[in-house]
């Protein structure tokens, strides 16, 4: 079994025991295991268990070594399976309510014997929550609210969506007058790929009278909680928003303990307790004491840790490396000098190739790569030889209209199912660059996949793999692909990955890139635009990449407009 279907099961185990009534300890331990299954490279899981050496790794005991020898070898778990037979069907899909997590499902079992989404919601409608340990009307409330959101929606939505329905609500929460501050927190601070909800964290001396507020805005479609420190509503857009209120001396704790992510807040927990602190949403304490933190720099630095970037925030490392003062510079916007996949109108873009060279001077970069797609793509317009021609003419021209601005004639050609490219030598010549993509046969079987993508990467003419895992976020997984091996052919031939910053795909995963540091390989982060609109998405990838650990000096198209002319001519 490979490590995501190794890692699935893992977590939905540590679900089950909760189910069941089992230890925290012993659910954790399940969770902790998948995280760490999940974190390995492609291969990696497999050479430890092969080796043995997987019990050697932090978090993986005895116990857990056995089963996930069991899993990786056999492809079945009857540990798993039994468990799972143990507990009705119902109960998961139940965990997909807003605020029900398995204690909570485990307890309507025991005491209401529900075990469907459909008794669940007859029991709300009667009332029977209302006197029931641990819920109330209040959480019933919640829960018929909770059940109703996911008949409307599926909750899930792309960073960049997310990110703008915050920044409007964000504004509007501004008109607060009494407001002392505010920030966004939770997934979208860290740069997730998908967002389920807004969180946001304020300090105010009225909380209540802010929370109120916050209710009454016009995005608002409906209140879900509302409370004095704390209001929880829907939007019209479909996300879930909530609002978290504190005391200004307590706003740093707050903002980096609803920042998250779960896995980080723990290892701080247990970090700072080894210091004879304790740490929560409301400060740092020692024996009892509140002490002063003014901001996140403060709180990290009580902790003798170095600054953590919100992204980092994962548990990946940067712990570790903040005690060394170690982290990365990470990139920043205003370090990409131009950009590279960019379709124009003569395959399946929109604007003309003159617009899009007038968009990027105005947008002060130094130049840009035009790829449109290659003859493979008929459903995409893609260019025979003789439009290749036509538009290498209309560049020559441009460029003597615009010399301020370097302007690089590519294309995205198809990566047949051999591995060869779309065109002859004598085509793909003519052209500066080359970024070589999948776009079919998707599927294929993992050994030929990789060696379809191998011999792809030793082609001379490749400058760039496209889309490097061909993954779709909320509609399609990557294809199999022995990404290591991948990476390795890059170096070997001096090939660029790319990030595509496209928010359905940010692909390369953010997963692969620390990895990708580490090996030396350059990435360079493509908007895949095919509308002016699209360039933005291009910030959308610098935030990938600073998630995934990666600087300027790790990025190709932050190097000057003579570097880049330099490469290609290597190339």
């Keep these: 079994m490979e490590k995501q279907g190794t890692a699935k099961i893992l977590e939905e185990i540590g679900v089950l025991l909760e189910l069941n009534g089992e230890s925290t300890f012993k659910s954790r331990a399940y969770y902790n295991a998948a995280r760490t299954v999940e974190l390995m490279g492609e291969d990696e899981l497999h050479r430890l268990v092969q080796e043995d050496k997987l019990k050697d790794v932090k978090g993986i005991g005895n116990a857990l070594n056995e089963k996930l020898k ?15 037979a143990s507990v009705p069907g119902g109960l ?95 997934s979208i601070r860290r740069c997730r790929e ?18 109120r507020f916050f209710s009454e805005l016009s995005p608002v479609k409906e209140v879900i909680a509302l409370g004095e420190t704390k209001a929880s509503v829907q939007l019209e857009e479909g996300i879930n928003a909530d609002l978290r209120v504190v005391k200004n001396k307590e706003f740093p704790f707050a903002l980096h303990h609803f920042t998250g992510s779960k896995e980080h807040n723990t ?59 170690a982290l990365p510079a990470l990139l920043e916007e205003q370090d990409i000098k131009g950009i590279f996949h960019v379709h124009t109108n003569y395959s399946d873009g929109i604007n003309t190739l003159e617009e899009v060279v007038r968009y990027c001077r105005e947008a002060g970069y130094e130049y840009v790569g035009i790829t449109d797609h290659s003859q493979s793509a008929f459903y995409a317009g893609g260019l025979k030889e003789d439009d290749l021609a036509r538009q290498e003419e209309e560049i020559e021209a441009l460029r003597e209209k615009y010399p301020e601005l370097g302007i690089f004639h590519g294309v995205e050609s198809d990566i047949r199912a051999d591995g060869s490219l779309d065109y002859d030598e004598s085509v793909l010549e003519r052209l500066d660059f080359v970024i070589a993509s999948v776009h079919s046969g998707l599927k294929m079987e993992r050994e030929k996949m990789t060696e379809r993508l191998r011999l792809a990467l030793a082609h001379p003419r490749v400058s760039m793999l496209g889309h490097p895992t061909n993954r779709l976020l909320l509609g399609r997984d990557s294809s199999p692909i022995n990404m290591e091996k991948v990476f390795q052919a890059a170096l070997e031939n001096d090939v660029i990955l790319e990030l595509n910053a496209s928010p359905a795909r940010l692909d390369l995963d953010w997963r692969h890139l620390k990895k990708i540091k580490e090996m030396g390989l350059k990435v360079s982060i493509n908007p895949d635009a095919h509308r002016l609109e699209s360039f933005r998405d ?34």
Aim: with cysteine; charged share 30%.
């Design 267 to 325: 290892a701080l927990r247990h970090r700072a307790k080894t210091m004879g602190l304790k740490i929560n949403e409301y400060g740092i304490f020692r024996n009892g004491n509140l002490l002063t933190c003014r901001n996140e720099t403060e709180l990290f630095n009580t902790l003798n840790l170095s600054f953590i970037q919100p992204e980092l925030r994962e548990n990946y490392g940067e712990i570790e490396a903040a005690e060394e003062n």
């Design 70 to 84: 069991e899993l990786v070898f056999t492809g079945s778990l009857p540990y798993y399976e039994e468990l799972k």
């Design 538 to 571: 291009t910030n959308l990838g610098v935030a990938i990449a600073r998630k995934g650990w990666l600087e300027k000096k790790d990025i190709f198209n932050t190097r000057t407009r003579r570097d880049v002319e330099e490469y290609f001519m290597r190339r």
């Design 92 to 186: 998961l899909e139940m965990l997909r309510v807003p605020g029900l997590g398995p204690r909570k499902v485990r307890a309507l079992y025991d005491l209401l014997e529900i075990t469907t989404l459909a008794e669940l919601e007859y029991a709300c409608r009667e009332n029977r929550l209302v006197n029931l340990k641990g819920f109330g009307p209040k959480t019933q409330e919640n829960i018929l609210a909770g059940i109703e959101f996911l008949r409307r929606y599926e909750g899930q939505f792309f960073l960049n969506e997310a990110r703008e329905i915050a920044a409007a609500l964000l504004e509007e929460i501004k008109g607060f007058s009494a407001l002392g501050k505010i920030s966004l927190a939770g």
């Design 194 to 211: 998908i967002v389920k909800d807004i969180d946001l964290v304020a300090a105010a001396d009225q909380p209540g009278r802010l929370t």
